[in-house]
C-alpha cells in the first residue's frame, strides 16, 4: 500500500454470505456481503462495508479494478494507508 492522503486496498469479495462483515487477515482484507454478485449489488455492498469499517462516508471510497472479479481494489479518499491498517486492526 503506498504512503499518501489516498490508500488503495486490495479486498477479497465472497457474495451471498450468511454472515456479513470485513475481517483481516494479514495483509488480506475480506469482506463478506449478503448480496447476490448481479448488476454490481455486492460489488457496491462490499465498498460500502469498508467505508462503514474505516469510519468514511461511503463517498470516499471508490473501486478503482476488479469490477467483474472477487478480488478488488478499492482507492480510500483522505486516509493513508497507516490509518487504514490502524482503523482496520491490522
Do not use: N, W, Y
Amino acid at each position: 500500500m503506498p504512503i499518501g492522503p489516498d490508500c488503495v486496498v486490495e479486498v477479497r469479495v465472497t457474495s451471498r454470505s450468511g454472515r456479513p462483515g470485513v475481517e483481516v487477515d494479514g495483509d488480506l482484507v475480506r469482506i463478506r456481503v449478503a448480496e447476490a454478485p448481479v448488476d454490481g449489488r455486492a460489488t457496491e455492498a462490499a465498498r460500502r462495508a469498508l467505508a462503514a469499517a474505516l469510519g468514511v462516508p461511503p463517498a470516499s471510497v471508490a473501486l478503482t479494478t476488479g469490477r467483474r472479479s472477487r478480488t478488488k481494489h478499492f482507492r480510500v479518499g483522505g486516509l493513508g494507508c497507516s490509518q487504514v491498517r490502524l482503523r482496520l486492526g491490522g
